[in-house]
């Protein structure tokens, strides 16, 4: 499930994010901003009240977080 996922670019990325990377990942993928999705997620809320409270947590564990940067240690080694 996790391959599906990233194969549709719903990945958490590690820049952006306030708790597990879930609506910072949506605004990606589906080209707003992070805090526009976060604004969306709560209006649903507001609307249809306890869904997306399972939502979540359920996207948290199905979505792969994003790729690692490149390797620290060549960006250290090549400063010095």
């Known amino acids: 499930m996790n391959e599906y996922f990233a194969r549709q670019g719903l990945v958490r990325p590690r820049d952006g994010r306030i708790l597990g990377g879930v609506c910072a990942g949506l605004g990606r993928r589906f080209g707003i901003s992070a805090w526009g999705a976060r604004f969306l997620f709560v209006l649903i809320l507001m609307l249809i009240p306890g869904s997306q409270l399972l939502v ?10 994003a790729s690692e940067a490149p390797d620290a240690t060549a960006w250290t080694t090549s400063a010095t």
């Open 56 to 65: 979540y947590p359920i996207l948290w564990i199905l979505m792969p977080q």
